[in-house]
Structure formats: structure tokens, C-alpha cells
């Protein structure tokens, strides 16, 4: 059962614009979310993550909202550049546990 | 230079066989953890370990196994009895703190023919 939902496998976006990924989450024992970016055939690496104490982080062109009534976050890139095309990942846990639950990504595609 | 090595980067083996897939790291984290991921499916884990010999299984560790007998290395076996065992594997470390996020490696992409 996926407890982490993105369900938009791809996004395209003009380069200037804002992109927008969701993501849904079922467990609400998660208290720490993560967003990472994925190019093929690489790791992840670590974009941004947010507390459950907060509704927002921001960090330069990065920007993650937090809606726990909603269980949704989301992660806001403003302006887009092409270089921020890659798979998005968001992931979730609890500080009662040592595992992340992963969602299953989104494609960016930036065009130029 | 810090980081997270996986070995190799592509693999190729016959149906049948036991494969063993290398993950080192020299961030000195107690935490280590292996996925697997496949289209459309996001990251799936299949074991982690939070300290030298000890290691617990994942949402889909059947058909494979691990070892954690150095703090620095986490191998995992890929068995015969691992029934699609050709996906993109990655490797994962975390530090201590309860916010510390995970530090990828950058993955063997498996094969069985």
C-alpha cells in the first residue's frame, strides 16, 4: 500500500515559469518530509525537506508547503531552468521510525 | 572526498545465479539502506541496517539478502530466488540525527538474462 503518492508522473514547464509537484501522503504518524531530484541512471540526491512544525521552507528557488490537515505538500521551483529537469521524488517519515517511504516521482521537463 | 560507492555500475548475469551487489561508504554513518527501483514504482526498500551486525528487512526483501559485518560496508546479495531481479538498485546512508537525511550512492543497474 503506497503511503506516499505523487500523482503526476510528468510535468513540463515553460523555463521561466513556476513548476509545481505534488504529493499525498496516508500515514499521519509522518512528521519529516523530504524532497529529492533524480537524473537517470544517478542517485538522488537531497533538495529540500520540511518539519511538521512548519507550513513552508524555503531555500533560494526552492520552496516546499506543508498542508498537514490535507496530508499534501508540495514543491514550488520558481523561475524554472532547464537544468532542474529530472524526476522528483518526495519522501516521508516518522520520528518513531528509521525507514523513508518514497513516492513514486514526477518527471520535470523544462523547456527552453 | 566523502560519499557513497556502488560497484559495479552495470551488471549482467544468468538466470539462476547468486549476485552480490557492493555498497561502501566513508561518511562514517551508522545507518545503511538498499532500494530497488523500477518504472513507475518509485523506490521500494529492501533491507536496512542501523548498526554492524544487525539488519532488518524491508517492504520487499524476499529473494535477497544482506550482510553488515564492517560500518562501512553493506552488500547485498541478489539470489536465484528473487523472482525479477533486473532493476536499478541504489544504495543509501544516514547520519544519526533523527532529521538527517539519506545520502545516495549512484546505483548498479542489474540484468539477468
Known amino acids: 500500500d503506497q503511503q506516499v503518492k505523487q500523482n503526476s508522473p510528468s510535468l513540463s514547464v515553460q523555463e521561466g515559469r513556476i513548476s509545481i509537484l505534488n504529493c499525498d501522503y496516508t500515514?499521519?504518524?509522518?512528521?519529516?518530509f523530504l524532497w529529492y531530484k533524480k537524473y537517470p541512471a544517478e542517485g538522488p540526491t537531497f533538495l529540500i525537506s520540511?518539519?511538521?512544525?512548519?507550513d513552508k521552507n524555503e531555500d533560494g528557488r526552492f520552496t516546499v508547503f506543508l498542508n498537514k490537515s490535507a496530508k499534501h505538500l508540495s514543491l514550488h521551483i520558481v523561475p524554472s531552468q532547464p537544468g532542474d529537469s529530472a524526476v522528483y521524488f518526495c519522501?516521508?517519515?516518522?520520528?518513531?521510525?528509521?525507514?523513508?517511504?518514497f513516492g513514486t516521482g514526477t518527471s520535470l521537463t523544462v523547456i527552453p | 572526498d566523502g560519499g557513497i560507492t556502488q560497484s559495479p555500475k552495470y551488471l549482467f548475469r544468468k538466470e539462476g545465479q547468486n549476485v552480490t551487489l557492493s555498497c561502501e561508504q566513508n561518511?562514517?554513518?551508522?545507518?545503511m539502506y538498499w532500494y530497488r527501483q523500477d518504472p513507475g514504482q518509485g523506490l521500494r526498500l529492501i533491507y536496512y541496517?542501523?548498526?554492524?551486525?544487525?539488519?532488518q528487512k524491508g517492504d520487499i526483501a524476499e529473494g535477497y539478502s544482506v550482510s553488515r559485518e564492517k560500518k562501512e560496508s553493506f552488500p547485498l546479495t541478489v539470489t536465484s530466488a528473487q523472482k525479477n531481479p533486473t532493476a536499478f538498485y541504489l544504495c543509501?546512508?544516514?547520519?544519526?540525527?533523527?532529521?538527517?537525511?539519506?545520502?545516495f550512492g549512484p546505483g548498479t543497474r542489474l540484468t539477468v538474462l
Open positions: 543509501a546512508s544516514r547520519g544519526q540525527g533523527a532529521r538527517d537525511e539519506q545520502f
Open positions: 500515514n499521519s504518524m509522518f512528521d519529516y
Open positions: 520540511i518539519s511538521s512544525i512548519k
Open positions: 519522501a516521508a517519515s516518522s520520528n518513531t521510525g528509521n525507514q523513508f517511504y
Open positions: 561518511l562514517n554513518h551508522d545507518a
Open positions: 541496517s542501523q548498526i554492524v551486525n544487525d539488519f
